[in-house]
């Protein structure tokens, strides 16, 4: 179990054939589109403080309405993403292996605004809003780079759920009656 | 008579009369034996020693000393009994005073600081302690053995008596007038003292804005201030007091100096025996001392006296309403509040309620708004009868409430103010405060208090039942306390056993004898349990001997040192730009103090693994034992060295533990069958092993049922466990004794330990407890968060509908259509009256305030 002299992990392990977690989240994270262009340097800082969370089929992951802190990755497994809106659940999205979610925590805090349930078992990593703000603020100069890498993904998902929402909303509504003045519209 | 118009000679008056008749007749005794020795002495010499008669010289001398023994033994018990009875008549004087402070309107309050109150209460009256207990036996019995001493001076000899005795009127014309100024200034030391006080008090009070201002010299010029001036009163006063002494001892000395000259004058003509002269001599000194005794004895007088004036001047004030109502039982209320023209000016004639006229009908819920400044919490505060309305009238069930006494409000009426005060002392005694009040008050006589059965139902209520459970659940409870209540925790880690387990398995890593753990440390992984003794800390393993051997007979010792070479290598690279944050350093086994050190030592080994000495085998090791595989996640560690590690653990448990390992087994399998469990016995008294029949006092009763380690993620936090293993023990209908431990949670000083919104909690349900007819609430709920004040409200609204009348001074009006009726309050009038849909249709003020919101 020693190394010869001066070798060092890229990943930061021993040698061994064994890796460790930490050289497993990076491997993850590099692999990840939001993460996939900041320096090794960042994403090592980032994989240390990355904690791992197993959750069986049925259970709730995040609960609409409650503080948001951390935002996740799935390693394995599948998701399904609803909001409950009057009373009623809508189903919006399903999410499965390398899908990142809940990116906006990282840059903001609120309250859960959907709520996400496992559909098998499912393993994630998640990093939290403190950790990422905390190792951020150490690299100023790649700050800009990852928000606009969060920002452009939670755009990409807005559009397919857009997408998706008027694919199968009424005709008419969508035209919009003569008498309807535009306040209630966007509410 | 108002115990502040009472002169100091009341109470030695008035007191213990009995005691002091006594202590009188017990000093004019002890007189006559302080006469009787000096006869002794002339007889010895005129009689005895002149006619050589040795038996009558045995005789005076024996009558002597037997004399002046049973002197002494009655001035020790003469002093005991006056200490004595001071100290009897001070508690009085103390009890009633305290009693009579308490009752001061809430002005004097505002006007008198802290400290003023406890310095009066303290310290100055210690004076006049000292003073009560001698006061009238003292100057009685002075007097009367002066006035002895002078007349067997004055038969011995009426020229020589009568020229000693003429010195005396000389210091009773001196002294008076130094004693003027001593008291002058005694009076001045004692109002530069007070102010000390409060300066004092303040600065202790406003801490954190000292320590936030950094404002430690401001505060030293402050006092230094003080300081000086007292040390420049006091040398002062020494002079006084001193000078006094010193001019009585002066002229005290000119008597025998008169004395020898004259009276050696008669002796040496023959007109004046010897004898006689030594006793004149012996007289004299005598009468210097009951002299010296009034002196004194008027010093402290006037001391006394000005320190009891000056006590007696700061509280005299009318008090407010008392406590018991004479000649009638008091009053309960069904809840009827009518005002009429209700005013109340303050100093400077600003009126902060003007003509207030209101009706409210029993068990009416009632808002009162306004913006702020309307008077509307002043309003709430008269209603309490804390404030004193100036005229106008408040009736309560028809009674004026100016002529009700507390005994009367308080078990009707209830008060939970904006910022409610907690005590220090435990959640229990809190709750119990207004209730045991009220208790005290109706002078019941049932052992139990009415409020015991109720209190937990309250604290739900209230929506304190959470934060109590916590609280129970975080608690480390003390042995004599827990040790009858183990077989229910123990029973309670049963209940979140196998079945539960499931839903904690995300959360808890459990102490299970059979699996390497990933969620603590080496070390214990290793010992798997907990020495009393230090030696075997994880930061003295390194060291220890018998754990050293023990590591390398188990080939275990080269591995670890490999393992804290990488863990020192990659944390090192890893971290070493981030030192300064600790938040980074958590990730890994090295703390900040230490880093550099293994910075070095990483250096080091980079450029030569193998090169290392003894103290860098010892910070190795400690680093290999400190690892938390599932924390530190830099280095992993090899699946066989896991499982030697395992290994190892079953032989220290049994060759150092000296626990036996089958014993230990059963009774995990029989935490997972449900069935009783055994107990277990380790030959070494000192280990206790992490098996489920411990219950490990010094840990919190949450680690104790859980009894595993906790899966936190690093910034984490442990209120999702609480709330699984509170759900867990609903079910099992173990939640009570939880939160009765909870109860006895301390909050610290002032309630410190509480938040805001605990605090407010608390309050409220104390004075829930007492069951008041008329609640008056002034914002009471302004600090807790939305879920917590709707539960609030709708505990209000159901349960108390119909039942009590409700007054609420609210801010936010969005609860205001709960209400029966809303007074609207501006500038101290009212302005509106009505229900919610009422004055909303009417789009008046309360509409303006709606919208404005």
């Known amino acids: 179990m020693s190394l010869p002299a001066g070798f060092e992990a890229s990943t930061g392990c021993d040698g061994d054939n064994s890796s460790c977690e930490l050289s497993d989240n990076l491997d993850i994270l590099r692999r990840s589109p939001v993460f996939s262009g900041a320096p090794m340097e960042v994403l090592k800082l980032f994989a240390l403080f990355a904690g791992r969370m197993t959750f069986g089929k049925g259970d709730f992951i995040i609960r609409q309405g409650e503080p948001a802190d951390r935002a996740f990755l799935i390693l394995r497994g599948e998701v399904a993403v609803f909001e409950e809106y009057k009373n009623k659940q809508f189903n919006l999205q399903a999410l499965g292996e390398m899908a990142f979610f809940g990116e906006l925590t ?31 603020t150490k690299f100023p100069d790649h700050q800009y780079m990852l928000t606009e890498r969060i920002v452009q993904l ?12 008027l694919d199968n909303i009424r005709d008419d509504v969508l035209q919009g009656n003569a008498s309807t003045s535009p306040q209630t519209m966007i509410a | 008579m108002q115990i502040t118009k009472r002169p100091l000679f009341y109470w030695i008056l008035t007191r213990y009369r009995l005691l002091q008749a006594f202590l009188l007749l017990v000093i004019i005794v002890g007189i006559f034996f302080k006469v009787f020795p000096l006869e002794m002495q002339k007889r010895v010499i005129n009689t005895a020693i002149r006619l050589k008669d040795q038996e009558a010289l045995f005789l005076y001398c024996g009558l002597y000393i037997g004399a002046v023994l049973i002197a002494s033994l009655m001035k020790f018990s003469i002093n005991v009994m006056q200490r004595y009875l001071g100290q009897k008549i001070l508690v009085e004087i ?58 067997y001076m004055v038969f011995l000899d009426l020229k020589l008596g009568l020229i000693s005795l003429g010195i005396y009127p000389i210091e009773i014309f001196l002294i008076p007038i130094l004693q003027k100024r001593y008291n002058k200034l005694n009076k001045t030391r ?48 020494f002079v006084y007091k001193f000078g006094i002494k010193f001019i009585n001892s002066l002229v005290q000395s000119i008597g025998p100096f008169i004395l020898f000259l004259y009276g050696g004058y008669l002796a040496i003509n023959g007109q004046f025996t010897l004898g006689a002269l030594v006793a004149f001599l012996s007289a004299y000194e005598k009468v210097y001392d009951p002299w010296k005794e009034l002196i004194e004895y008027y010093q402290e007088y006037q001391d006394a006296k000005v320190r009891y004036a000056q006590v007696m001047d700061s509280f005299d004030i009318k008090p407010g309403p008392a406590l018991l109502p004479e000649g009638r039982r008091p009053y309960t209320f069904s809840g009827d509040i009518d005002t009429q023209g209700l005013n109340y000016v303050i100093s400077g004639g600003v009126k902060l309620l003007d003509n207030i006229s209101l009706q409210i009908k029993a068990h009416e819920h009632v808002a009162l708004v306004g913006f702020s400044g309307s008077g509307k919490s002043t309003l709430a505060l008269i209603i309490g009868q804390i404030y004193a309305y ?97 077989p229910v925790f123990l029973k309670m880690r049963q209940a979140i056993g196998p079945e539960k387990a499931d839903e904690l398995t995300n959360v808890i890593e459990s102490y299970d004898i059979n699996r390497f753990l990933r969620h603590t440390t080496i070390c214990n992984n290793i010992i798997f349990g907990e ?18 051997d023990f590591l390398k007979s188990e080939d275990l010792y080269d591995p670890m040192i490999t393992l804290g070479k990488n863990l020192t290598i990659q944390t090192v690279t890893l971290l070493k730009d981030f030192v300064d944050d600790p938040f980074f350093l958590l990730a890994g086994p090295i703390t900040t103090d230490q880093f550099t050190v293994y910075a070095d030592l990483a250096d080091r080994l980079k450029t030569d693994r193998d090169t290392f000495d003894q103290t860098d085998a010892e910070k190795l090791l400690a680093l290999a034992l400190r690892y938390i595989p599932a924390r530190h996640k830099m280095v992993a560690i090899p699946t066989d060295l896991e499982e030697k590690i395992l290994q190892t653990r079953y032989r220290f448990m049994e060759e150092i533990g000296k626990v036996s390992l089958a014993e230990c087994a059963v009774t995990a399998q029989s935490v997972v069958d449900g069935d009783d469990i055994p107990m277990i016995s380790s030959d070494n008294n000192e280990f206790i092993p992490y098996c489920p029949t411990q219950y490990r006092f010094q840990n919190t009763l949450l680690d104790n049922i859980v009894y595993g380690n906790i899966k936190t993620t690093l910034a984490g936090d442990t209120s999702n466990i609480v709330d699984i293993v ?26 410190d330990r509480l938040s805001g919104g605990q605090k407010q909690k608390l309050a409220l349900a104390r004075v829930l407890l007492k069951d008041p007819k008329i609640l008056i609430m002034d914002e009471a709920t302004a600090g807790l968060d939305n879920a917590s004040q709707s539960r609030v409200q709708e505990m209000i609204r159901t349960k108390h509908r119909g039942k009590t009348t409700v007054i609420a001074v609210i801010h936010r009006l969005d609860i205001a259509p709960d209400f029966d009726k809303i007074i609207v309050l501006r500038a101290g009038r009212i302005v509106e009256t009505g229900s919610y849909p009422e004055l909303m249709a009417k789009k008046g003020v309360f509409y303006e305030l709606t919208s404005g919101i």
């Open chain 2, 94 to 151: 103390r009890r009633e005073l305290y009693n009579h402070i308490l009752q001061l309107p809430l002005q004097f309050f505002r006007t008198t600081q802290p400290g003023t109150v406890i310095n009066a209460m303290t310290a100055e009256l210690n004076a006049v302690g000292a003073f009560i207990g001698g006061a009238l036996t003292v100057p009685i019995t002075s007097v009367l053995t002066f006035l002895a001493f002078a007349v």
């Open chain 2, 726 to 751: 509170s759900k867990l023990l609903r079910e099992e209908n173990l939640l009570e004794e939880i939160m009765e431990i909870g109860l006895d949670f301390h909050v610290g000083s002032k309630g």
């Open chain 2, 531 to 548: 020495f009393n003794s230090d030696a075997f800390r994880l930061q003295n393993l390194p060291t220890n001997k018998i754990f050293l």
């Open chain 2, 190 to 237: 004692v109002r530069v003292l007070r102010s000390m006080s409060n300066v004092v008090n303040e600065a202790v009070s406003g801490i954190h804005e000292v320590h936030g201002n950094a404002s430690y010299r401001l505060e030293e010029e402050k006092i230094g201030g003080f300081f000086n001036r007292i040390f420049r009163i006091m040398s002062k006063l």
């Open chain 1, 154 to 165: 939670r755009i990409k998902r807005l559009e397919n759920q857009m997408h998706f929402l």
């Open chain 1, 106 to 136: 990282l840059l903001a805090r609120f309250n859960w605004f959907f709520s996400v349930q496992a559909r098998s078992d499912v393993e994630l990593i998640s990093l939290n809003r403190k950790s990422f703000q905390k190792v951020i």
């Open chain 2, 390 to 486: 100036t005229d106008g009238h408040a009736l309560i069930d028809g009674h004026e409430l100016k002529d009700l006494y507390k005994a009367d409000i308080s078990g009707s009426i209830g008060f939970v103010a904006q910022h409610p005060f907690i005590f220090t002392g435990t959640i229990r005694e809190n709750l119990q405060y207004s209730c045991k009040s009220d208790f005290l008050n109706k002078d019941r006589k049932e052992s139990m208090l009415p409020c015991e059965t109720t209190m937990l139902e309250m604290v739900d209520n209230v929506g304190f039942s959470e934060d109590v459970i916590r609280f129970g659940l975080n608690f480390v409870i003390p042995p004599e306390r827990c040790k009858p209540l183990v």
